[in-house]
């Protein structure tokens, strides 16, 4: 029998409407009763979190693990140690493996290698289509017996809206949410950063805004035709946000999620021809930033993410076209979000944005997760809100360093994460 308190905290828990300074007990692992505490006969440790934010255990809904097939870019183990350091227990790891996760027994690699090596909840998503080539469905249900928690061919957008109609048709019958990469390659063609003034002054092919808002506009189409829910990822564009809160208003059962870089960088961040810089989608205008920071303040976007892409410095240590896309982000997503959305622009307070964080996405998916209610697992995470720190790369838990962030001053990050009960990381 094993029990702790914590004492002293600030305990917000949006799922259960709680704000309040309060002692958090926890026994055998999950959240329990004060009175349970005093009943323990064994020795009671003691965590005094006075200045902190007790937050149910964070949950981040796009990560790349890069198991299997690519360790030389991030492991499952090193992945989970960066989310921990990161404030996160939970974490939904994308299909685009080698070999892709379109098959029961790839599943059930997953699951095991995470409950062997992973410090952190890992939770599989399955492909939608067959090797993420958009030419032949996956097989959803066996997929969804197997235990994933979405479908989502996430790296890749299937372009043919017949078989993306089929997709949601089937998760709609198994009770998977539908995850989805908006991108038209016909109009993003060879882009590597956003069209617009700074790709025709640095002479870089342009990523057009219209090449996801189209892929939106499709899916709010889909969302309604086939009455299911379906989640637009890292949402860049102003008008994929106007697009998404029209139909939201019009109750649609459409979502979308932002990642910190972008707004936290614009284009003209690529100046220096910085392939830490280079993401897919792209880092946009200044007015879609805006735009985004808009979204998230009147509840449009609900859902936090990184986005976490991890590449071996040898793979961005190339011509700008040829490196590939994506940063890495779980060690300071939560930082960045503290700092622009809570203490610079003021968008949202604390509250909020741990309900991005929790509450948010576990209604996504459907997770028995993001809440400190009695009984539920002891997955905590404690944050100092106020904390002035600067990130340094070479001190990172993941094992690739291509953050466009080294060096940065920011305000908050997470103190300690506890995942059933025991602290995986402390600062």
């Known amino acids: 029998m094993s029990a702790t308190i914590i004492r002293s905290g600030r305990v917000i828990d949006p799922a259960n409407n709680r704000d309040e300074m309060v002692d958090l007990a926890v026994v055998d692992g999950r959240i329990a009763e004060r009175p349970e505490v005093r009943g323990q006969k064994s020795q009671v440790e003691e965590i005094d979190a006075s200045g902190l934010i007790v937050a149910p255990g964070l949950i981040d809904v796009h990560v790349h693990l890069r198991e299997p097939g690519f360790g030389h870019k991030e492991t499952m183990e090193s992945g989970a140690r960066a989310a921990a350091a990161g404030g996160f227990t939970t974490i939904v790891c994308m299909p685009n493996t ?5 098959s029961p027994a790839t599943i ?21 289509s067959k090797n993420i080539a ?6 959803i249900g066996s997929l969804a017996q197997a235990g994933v928690v979405a479908i989502t061919d996430d790296g890749r957008c299937i372009q043919n809206h017949e078989l993306m109609r089929r997709a949601v048709e089937y998760a709609r019958m198994v009770g998977l949410p539908v995850l989805d ?23 870089l092919p342009g990523w057009p805004a219209a090449g996801e808002e189209v892929i939106v506009m499709r899916n709010i189409l889909l969302a309604d035709l086939c009455d299911h829910h379906i989640h637009c990822q890292h ?34 961040a ?20 805006d735009a985004l920071l808009e979204g998230i303040a009147d509840g449009t976007l609900s859902i936090l993410a990184s986005d976490h892409a991890p590449h071996a410095e040898f793979e961005k240590e190339v011509e700008f076209d040829a490196a590939p896309f994506g940063i890495i982000g779980l060690e300071t997503e939560l930082g960045l979000f503290l700092d622009l959305l809570v203490h610079k622009h003021r968008k949202i307070d604390i509250v909020r944005l741990i309900e991005m964080y929790t509450l948010e996405p576990a209604k996504l998916l459907g997770l028995e997760a993001g809440t400190l209610s009695v009984g539920a697992p002891a997955d905590v995470t404690l944050i100092d809100p106020n904390l002035e720190w600067t990130v340094k790369i070479d001190k990172f838990e993941s094992a690739s360093r291509n953050s466009p962030f080294d060096g940065r001053e920011l305000k908050g990050r997470a103190v300690r994460t506890m ?7 402390k600062l």
Request: glycine share 8%; with cysteine; net charge negative.
């Open 181 to 203: 990469h908006c991108q038209d390659y016909n109009l993003v063609g060879n882009g590597v950063m956003h069209e617009g003034y700074w790709s025709t002054l640095l002479g």
């Open 419 to 425: 995942v059933g009960g025991k602290t995986v990381w």
């Open 270 to 289: 690529l100046e220096n021809f910085d392939t830490n810089y280079k993401m897919n989608p792209p880092l946009r205008s200044q007015r879609d930033v």
């Open 134 to 139: 958009g030419e032949e469905l996956a097989p």
């Open 235 to 268: 949402v860049t564009s102003a008008r994929s946000v106007r697009l998404i809160r029209d139909a939201r208003a019009r109750g649609t059962k459409i979502s979308g999620e932002v990642c910190p870089h972008h707004i936290a960088l614009t284009d003209e």
């Open 98 to 102: 080698s070999p892709v996760a379109d």
């Open 108 to 128: 059930a690699w997953i699951k095991d290698r995470a409950a062997e090596v992973a410090c952190v909840n890992v939770l599989p998503t399955g492909a939608i």
